[in-house]
């Protein structure tokens, strides 16, 4: 038996906290050597944070992780341990996102970059190159001054190649490269490769997990090998919440695995590998054998240091265990729970205002501050000290004091208020009550009658709304968007008051509740209540929160979500008899909208032609374009309210913030006199007339 042990992490970096991050690379090692493993593996760039974003252009971040890497260097931290680290690296003229790979205070191999991640909420082409070398190859890069007097070692191998240690070999293959559609692993393979070391930056989406998983098992199933996957963890500073789930694989089982959703810093999974296991599987695989005979050469740097240990009945083997998969109602609570309390703490607010008005958008959101809750009550039992130090600050507690029971830490840090009728009040206050937030009646119709007369006296005009008589238009979008904004101005100064009346120091963050629906069509006022400070659920649809709600009735306790499921389901069944309420859309339509226009990238037509096919059996063509048209024209109309969106946690590929998601212009000509001529056009080849 060749017995390896390797240890892999997820971290909770933060960007540009050189302090924090040194901290958790510094207690995963000294973890790692604990536990008596080989190989320490810690996530993609994580001496800096992987969301530093523009920060990675500025020379300052690329000299700060040297002098980190040094720090690391100088002292025992490498001493009889293959260390990865992660870090942003300039050679020449180009930047590139590295793996340092390190031994007994020496770097042994600095590893580049070569498919990197760009699209969507990833956009590595803007701060690195990839590294493209034809051929295979290790160059001489010659190290920064300090570091090189640091360690008495002048230059260092990069590029793509791997380590020949005398009892195995060891090779990198960072992030993207892995899900690419040429992925390195298959040819180092055939080199020899045995362990392979995957440093990853992957942010969580819903339904995304067992994906991933799966990619990443059948790397080794096959050809065989020892996979280790190492994640972030936790909010960095950005929208993304990256959900661990650090790994290690052998020959495509999984051997051991990492927290998905956890408010910890740091969190190590380690195993002990028999590697002949490896090398048996390939030898008894004659393709493999024969591909082996032809392979490409990749090059190698040799290190005269022994991994692997003898057999002892002392050593145990790590076996092959099964993975529990989240519901997609699980995913929503615990990634926005987790991404939120790493917000809290590090923001430096003390607690959150949330104007709860009894729909669904601000009762999911209460409902996650409340499973959040939950969550810190639960790691306070189980001793955790950083988040015991983070409750106590944050929650103002006398010392000595903890809060042990979810309800009381909710009456500290979350605040609702009620801004809306007394039906939807009588549900904002049942919520409240089982969640234990410090609640608030509020009547803003004081207010509004002064902006009103207001109003009056400079246009001798008065607005009036449906029940008095109004005419649809802008008499009554004006007064609904007035009413609109003074929740906003009155949430604001709340969340700027309620520190000092209730002594307490910082500042409270104004929760937003406009759903990935409302975004998408424009159904919110621009600068009213769908403003805030962040939003858990901006990039969610309502037919998600939907089920969420029903999942959080029961299995987080608040029983009365399932009331306002009902009051929304009761609401949209009644608009959708009327033909000129809200916006002509129902949720799951829209839901069915999101993904195509963003996940699938169409257009009018295109959207047109896929609709007929999900929905033609129960539409004609002529109501199907009809909606399409519709739909595109209520979304132009008001795409420019997407720009000044609440940051969203970001959960969804199919997310419609134009901020960093969803880069498409604002100004359209909304009458789409191109694309909707051609629908007409293909409607009338489909054999029905249209009605334009």
């Not at 298959?186 to 440093?199: D, H, S, T």
């Not at 199933?221 to 650090?246: F, L, P, Q, T």
């Not at 030898?283 to 024969?290: A, H, K």
């Not at 206050?429 to 902006?451: F, P, Q, Y």
Request: negative net charge; glycine residues 8%.
């Amino acid at each position: 038996m060749r017995l390896l042990k390797v240890a892999t992490c997820s971290l909770n970096q933060w960007a540009m906290d050189f302090d924090t991050n040194m901290k958790n690379i510094k207690e995963s090692i000294s973890r790692t050597k604990e536990a008596g493993a080989a190989i320490r593996l810690g996530p993609e760039l994580e001496i800096t944070g992987y969301g530093c974003e523009d920060h990675f252009l500025e020379q300052d971040t690329i000299t700060h992780a040297w002098q980190c890497l040094k720090e690391l260097l100088v002292a025992d931290w490498t001493d009889g341990l293959l260390c990865s680290f992660g870090m942003p690296v300039v050679k020449g003229s180009e930047r590139y996102n590295c793996m340092v790979l390190c031994l007994n205070r020496k770097i042994v191999m600095i590893r580049p970059k070569m498919w990197l991640a760009n699209g969507g909420s990833c956009g590595e082409l803007r701060w690195f190159t990839a590294w493209k070398q034809k051929e295979p190859c290790l160059e001489e890069f010659l190290l920064p001054s300090d570091v090189a007097e640091a360690l008495s070692q002048t230059t260092v191998p990069f590029g793509y190649g791997y380590i020949q240690f005398p009892d195995t070999a060891v090779a990198a293959e960072i992030c993207m490269e892995l899900f690419s559609c040429a992925p390195v692993h298959p040819e180092l393979a055939l080199n020899g490769v045995e362990v392979f070391m995957n440093a990853s930056g992957s942010i969580h989406e819903l339904r995304k997990m067992e994906r991933r998983l799966r990619t990443i098992m059948s790397a080794t199933h096959g050809r065989g090998g020892v996979y280790m996957y190492s994640n972030h963890i936790g909010c960095d500073g950005g929208r993304a919440y990256y959900d661990g789930c650090s790994c290690i694989i052998l020959n495509g089982d999984v051997v051991a695995h990492g927290l998905q959703y956890s408010l910890k810093d740091v969190d190590l999974v380690v195993a002990q590998i028999d590697l002949d296991m490896v090398g048996s599987l390939r030898v008894s695989n004659s393709s493999f054998q024969e591909q082996a005979s032809c392979k490409t050469k990749i090059p190698s740097v040799l290190v005269p240091f022994k991994l692997c240990q003898s057999f002892t009945l002392q050593k145990s083997i790590s076996s092959p265990i099964e993975i529990p998969y989240h519901c997609l109602e699980e995913e929503i609570a615990l990634g926005a729970a987790c991404w939120l309390w790493n917000y809290l703490r590090r923001s430096g607010a003390s607690g959150f205002l949330l104007p709860l008005s009894g729909g669904i958008g601000s009762s999911a959101v209460a409902s996650i501050v409340g499973c959040m809750c939950q969550l810190v009550v639960k790691e306070i039992r189980s001793g955790d000290e950083q988040v015991i130090a983070d409750a106590i600050r944050i929650g103002h507690y006398a010392e000595g004091k903890l809060p042990m029971d979810s309800k009381e830490l909710a009456n500290r840090i979350l605040y609702t208020v009620s801004m809306e009728s007394e039906y939807s009040s009588k549900l904002s206050r049942l919520l409240a009550e089982e969640i234990g937030s410090w609640h608030l009646d509020v009547s803003i119709d004081r207010v509004v009658s002064a902006l009103l007369s207001l109003f009056q006296t400079l246009t001798g005009r008065h607005l009036h709304n449906k029940q008095e008589g109004g005419r649809n238009g802008a008499e009554i979008s004006g007064l609904e968007n007035i009413r609109s904004r003074s929740r906003m101005v009155i949430a604001y100064t709340l969340a700027m008051l309620f520190p000092w009346i209730h002594n307490k120091p910082g500042f409270f963050l104004v929760l937003c509740s406009t759903t990935a629906d409302d975004g998408l069509c424009g159904n919110l006022t621009k600068y009213g209540c769908s403003s805030g400070d962040i939003n858990l659920v901006g990039n969610i649809s309502k037919k998600d929160l939907q089920a969420f709600l029903r999942w959080a009735a029961v299995n987080l306790g608040y029983s009365s979500l399932s009331e306002a499921v009902a009051a929304h389901d009761h609401s949209t069944a009644s608009e959708s008899q009327q033909d000129e309420s809200g916006i002509g859309m129902t949720d799951d339509e829209i839901s069915v909208y999101l993904r195509l226009r963003k996940n699938s990238r169409c257009g009018p037509v295109s959207m047109f032609k896929n609709l007929c096919c999900k929905w033609s059996t129960k539409l004609t063509t002529v109501e199907i374009a009809e909606k399409v048209k519709h739909f595109f024209r209520q979304y132009s109309m008001h795409r420019h309210k997407m720009t000044v969106l609440t940051p969203s946690y970001l959960v969804e590929s199919s997310a419609p913030e134009d901020n960093r998601s969803d880069q498409r212009q604002f100004l359209y000509n909304t009458n789409w006199a191109y694309q909707f001529r051609e629908i007409d056009q293909l409607v009338q080849q489909l054999g029905e007339p249209s009605e334009t």
